[in-house]
C-alpha cells in the first residue's frame, strides 16, 4: 500500500509541475508576444504549486525524510531511538489530524461560497488539499509506526556525538559532490 501511494503521489507530483510549467510558459507568451495577459493561469498556477507542496509533504512524511535532528538521537541506546521515532510519528500524526484535516475542512466548508477571481472556481476546492494531505499524512504515520514496531526500520546507535556528527558530514559532502558533479 505505502509503495502504491507513493508512486501515485510521485506521478501526480510530476504532472502537476508539469501542468505548471505550461502554464507559466503560456503566461509569459501572452504577456509578452500576444500583449493579452492570461490572467487565469498565475491563479491556477498559485494553488497548484500549494496542491504540490502539501502532496510533497505528505510524500516526505511517507518516507520519513522530514527534519530532524539525528546527531543528538542517535547516540541513545535503539530502544530510545524507536520510542522517540514512534513520539515524532504521533506528533505529526496530531499536527495532521488537528490542523490539515480538521482544520482544512473547517476553511473549505467556509471558503466554498467564495469563488476565484480568474477561474470562477469556488475558493473551497483549492482548499481541499489541506484535509487531503492530512488524510494520507495520517495514513503514512500509521505506516511508520506499524513498519517502528515490526523492527521494518533499524536503528542504529552510534557511540559519540563525534561519530554521528562526522557521518552526517560524510553524508552532506556526497551530496555535495554530487551537486557539483564530482567537484568539492
Known amino acids: ?16 509541475l508539469a501542468v505548471m510549467f505550461i502554464l507559466v510558459i503560456w503566461q509569459v ?29 505528505a510524500l516526505v512524511t511517507g518516507e520519513r ?24 510519528e504521533i506528533i505529526i500524526l496530531l499536527f495532521s489530524m488537528i490542523v490539515l484535516v480538521y482544520g482544512g475542512i473547517a476553511i473549505s466548508k467556509l471558503t466554498m461560497g467564495q ?16 484535509p487531503v494531505a492530512g488524510a494520507l499524512n495520517i495514513l503514512f504515520c500509521i505506516l511508520n509506526i ?21 557521518e552526517l558530514v560524510s553524508g552532506a559532502e556526497d551530496v555535495s559532490k554530487h551537486i557539483n558533479g564530482g567537484e568539492n
Open 1 to 16: 500500500m505505502r509503495k502504491f501511494l507513493e508512486r501515485i503521489l510521485k506521478v501526480l507530483g510530476g504532472l502537476t
Open 29 to 57: 507568451f501572452t504577456r509578452y508576444v500576444l500583449n493579452n495577459s492570461a490572467t487565469w493561469t498565475e491563479e491556477l498556477t498559485s494553488y497548484l504549486f500549494a496542491w504540490l507542496t502539501l502532496f510533497g509533504a
Open 65 to 88: 525524510e522530514h527534519m530532524n535532528i539525528p546527531v543528538f538521537i542517535e547516540t541513545r541506546s535503539e530502544k530510545t531511538q524507536r520510542i522517540v521515532a514512534i513520539l515524532s
Open 146 to 166: 506499524k513498519d517502528i514496531m515490526e523492527e521494518k526500520i533499524r536503528f542504529k546507535q552510534k557511540k559519540s556525538l563525534t561519530e554521528a556528527s562526522e
Open 115 to 130: 469563488m476565484t477571481s480568474s477561474l470562477s472556481v469556488p475558493l473551497g476546492i483549492f482548499y481541499m488539499a489541506l
